[in-house]
């Protein structure tokens, strides 16, 4: 495996606020060496959605042709290496092979070869408000807040990769009464309250019962076994363990129309963080670093301040710490698992390197996190 090559990661999002796929972007040196670290992590690939491979600010090379992408895998060409013929004739190369293909930053005039298929063409929306001649399918990028995401709609694009889903919303002073019911559910379990109780609990939405079986029973978990209720959860996975699969249910608790693709956000954050954490705390604090990332989103995720839902909720002492004030021994892993969400390495590699964490083991951590959300099917 390559030892300097980094990924960072973003969902792309269609017109139904809904994941499609996951974009990958790889920063390496050279071609060879981003194909070497796909390949080193191809156990770990995201399987539910496609996923875009994006090689930065690398110009495709002829290594291309002979390697073969892991499944369900979409590789992008940027327009402006479209200038040089050898990539022309690449393209056609890679089309004639049945390589999905994707265009990134697009602009109109770009010269797509009018034989080689394109499926998606990802547009900086900054530069260009509509899409214009897109070869594929035309995606915004770089878009600023929910309000943008609208405007670009409204111009022809069919949706948008990054994380514009995470800003423009204000949260309130209160907490909806679906969502408090959730955190008494949640503060019973904690409080070791008894099993009938929380059945109880749980039972007063009917959704919750299903929702935490499907979790619990879903890719991600790994069971050998089919949970068939509550308390067949318990007994498996004991009250510990079933605290971070209650936790999702508040993650879940979202009725707005993008919270499936925060939803993913959050959970990729907590395995990030949990998977990491392992190197630095005891196995009994792995389940409250993976609680601290799935919960770094309920603000925009129950549109309720963060203080206002952590008043209401029983957490451990470093978990408050990181969500309230940024701050705390879970803090380092916070700040990893968010840098990983920028399109550009820099954060993430000074974070890494802060933590006396190798890139790829950073990587490694980042692409299990994101299979593990994308199973669980949040949607």
């Excluded at 039972?203 to 308390?231: C, H, T, W």
Aim: proline share 7%; aromatic share 8%.
């Amino acid at each position: 495996m390559s030892t300097d090559v980094l990924i960072t990661h973003e969902p792309v999002i269609n017109k139904q606020r809904a994941i499609t796929a996951n974009r990958l972007v790889v920063h390496a040196t050279s071609v060879p060496l981003a194909l070497q670290e796909i390949d080193a992590l191809r156990e770990h690939w995201p399987t539910t959605h496609p996923v875009f491979v994006s090689f930065g600010r690398l110009v495709p090379t002829q290594e291309l042709l002979a390697w073969t992408p892991p499944e369900n895998t979409l590789l992008e060409i940027p327009a402006p290496a479209l200038q040089y013929p050898a990539v022309q004739t690449l393209v056609r190369e890679l089309a004639a092979r049945d390589v999905p293909l994707a265009l990134s930053w697009h602009q109109p005039g770009t010269q797509w070869p009018a034989e080689a298929g394109c499926r998606f063409a990802l547009t900086d929306a900054r530069k260009f408000a509509a899409p214009g001649d897109a070869p594929g399918l035309p995606l915004a990028w770089g878009l600023s807040d929910l309000d943008a995401f609208a405007q670009a709609l409204a111009q022809g694009y069919a949706g948008a990769a990054g994380w514009f889903f995470l800003r423009g919303v204000t949260p309130s002073r209160e907490l909806a009464p679906s969502h408090a019911q959730i955190v008494h559910l949640l503060n019973l379990v904690r409080n070791d309250a008894d099993i009938t109780e929380i059945e109880g609990a749980l039972k007063r939405d009917v959704s919750l019962p299903y929702k935490l079986l499907r979790y619990i029973n879903s890719a991600g978990f790994g069971l050998m076994v089919e949970v068939q209720s509550f308390r067949h959860a318990v007994t498996i996975l004991g009250r510990e363990k079933l605290n971070k699969w209650l936790s999702l249910l508040l993650v879940s608790a979202s009725r707005d129309a993008f919270a499936p693709a925060v939803m993913q956000a959050a959970i990729a954050r907590g395995r990030m963080m949990e998977i990491l954490g392992a190197r630095f705390f005891d196995r009994g604090q792995l389940d409250n670093l993976f609680i601290a990332g799935a919960f770094s989103l309920l603000e925009v995720l129950l549109g309720t301040r963060m203080d206002v839902v952590l008043e209401q909720l029983a957490l451990p002492e470093p978990v408050r710490d990181v969500l309230i004030s940024g701050e705390g021994p879970y803090a380092p892993l916070m700040r990893l698992a968010t840098a990983s969400e920028s399109f550009l390495p820099d954060t993430l590699r000074a974070q890494s390197e802060a933590l006396g964490l190798t890139v790829q083991q950073v990587s490694e951590a980042l692409v299990q996190a994101v299979h593990f959300a994308d199973s669980l099917g949040m949607g």
